[in-house]
């Protein structure tokens, strides 16, 4: 039976899984839920994420919510084809994705969400943006983008030599931010800079980016 | 010999979540203070461990982490036959057990933290609340805790049928919301109100408040 994914593609939430369902070569059928129609409030949406929020994931029997917990079952379920995104045969390697896909989580996103919302999803409902939240997030974005040039000054990529889901999960928020007028933060960083390019240089990123037109129109 | 050693202090709620996994897991380990006030945290020393600079950091041997989430995850894995299961050996399972921690980390932490700090550690140091923040925030962590009432209704856990880490890791904001004017939230909402008072009376959990009591 296919995985269902109930999302929109210029989601980042659900870019975030579809990226996912890429690297591992996963089938899948993304069902679109119109936000703008408040979609995602209809009573049979909300039964299946009650906080009404995309994306979903439908597998059989079980219904998922929050991308990273989808993304994270993705990778496990499939831990034998496409990209090892997981590392599950080292459990050192294994921790450290853990220890990296918290930091994103904890650290890295509620620093750039904040940002993205203030510049693309504000205008979008017709309201202001707010700088000054964009200038107070833009200084923690750069902290944690600091201890991210040292680290990535060591190993390649986030949680080690190898690529994982760590720095996947780092792609939809990233995709958007440079498209904003602070992508310096990025690229004035040279070991950032370069462990974006390599990253977005993968085929599976790049199919997920076609569908993420989100600031094309500004 | 597990050669466990978690760098921080009982009153941390990140650390406080790293410790309550070890005594439910029944593991020795050494607690290595940190003393925050003396900035302990942003020496080179502790830096080489969490370069964040937060508490707390662990080391199993040679391994070394941080993010309290990624320690107690690794911990409920690389001991699962140990103590009390955290996880669940099933798939399907644990993928539900996945959503709620994430739910934890995504939503409710975000308005729980907040809450703590201006109610419960702003009193400690010294300064002053913020009440337009509380109100901000108590309305924020309202919406979450109707979607728990509903969850609680159909399942004795946040997890599932059984105690796991989805449910541990509120343990240390709630504890402290519970000692402030917020706890209205939680008492509010009779199957909230139910598992708060059956993970807060676990014994790994009264360990800790009884650590923090002594020093």
Request: glycine share 6%; net charge negative; charged share 25%.
């Amino acid at each position: 039976m296919v995985l269902k994914l109930h999302g929109l593609s210029v989601s980042t939430n659900t870019a975030r899984v579809v990226a996912c369902l890429h690297e591992k070569d996963v089938e899948f059928e993304l069902v679109l839920v119109d936000l703008f129609a408040c979609g995602n409030k209809e009573p049979s949406f909300l039964a299946k994420n009650p906080f009404g929020q995309i994306p979903v994931l439908e597998d059989g029997g079980i219904t998922l919510f929050e991308s990273r917990a989808i993304s994270s079952y993705v990778a496990e379920k499939f831990k034998e084809s496409g990209t090892d995104l997981i590392r599950h045969e080292s459990l050192e390697e294994a921790a450290l994705v853990k220890v990296w896909t918290e930091v994103e989580s904890q650290q890295y996103h509620p620093a750039i969400c904040p940002i993205i919302y203030e510049f693309f999803g504000k205008p979008v409902q017709g309201l202001e943006p707010d700088q000054a939240v964009i200038d107070a997030n833009l200084v923690k974005l750069e902290k944690v983008l600091d201890v991210y040039e040292t680290k990535l000054s060591s190993t390649k990529y986030l949680a080690g030599d190898f690529y994982s889901l760590a720095d996947l999960h780092h792609f939809p928020y990233t995709f958007y931010f440079m498209k904003t007028p602070w992508g310096s933060l990025i690229n004035d960083r040279p070991h950032v800079k370069a462990w974006w390019e390599d990253i977005t240089s993968r085929p599976a990123l790049n199919k997920v980016a076609e569908g993420m037109t989100f600031g094309e129109n500004q | 010999m597990t050669g466990i050693k978690v760098h921080g202090n009982t009153l941390s709620t990140a650390a406080a979540r790293v410790l309550a996994t070890l005594y439910e897991k029944d593991l020795e380990f050494e607690l290595v203070p940190i003393d925050m006030r003396a900035g302990e945290h942003k020496t080179e020393a502790f830096l080489a461990l969490n370069p964040f600079g937060q508490v707390p950091a662990f080391e199993d041997g040679d391994l070394q982490l941080f993010e309290s989430r990624a320690i107690t995850q690794y911990i409920a894995h690389e001991y699962a036959p140990k103590g009390t299961p955290l996880i669940f050996p099933d798939s399907k399972k644990m993928a539900i057990l996945s959503v709620w921690t994430e739910v934890e980390a995504q939503k409710f932490d975000p308005a729980a933290s907040k809450l703590t700090f201006e109610l419960a550690i702003k009193p400690m140091l010294g300064l002053v609340t913020d009440f337009a923040v509380v109100e901000e925030f108590e309305a924020k962590l309202g919406i979450v805790l109707d979607v728990y009432e509903t969850r609680l209704g159909r399942s004795k856990y946040l997890g599932g049928d059984c105690f796991s880490l989805a449910d541990l890791h509120h343990l240390p904001t709630t504890h402290y919301l519970m000692g402030t004017q917020t706890k209205k939230l939680f008492e509010c909402r009779p199957n909230v109100s139910a598992w708060v008072a059956d993970i807060t009376a676990r014994p790994a959990w009264k360990k800790i408040v009884a650590m923090r009591n002594t020093h």
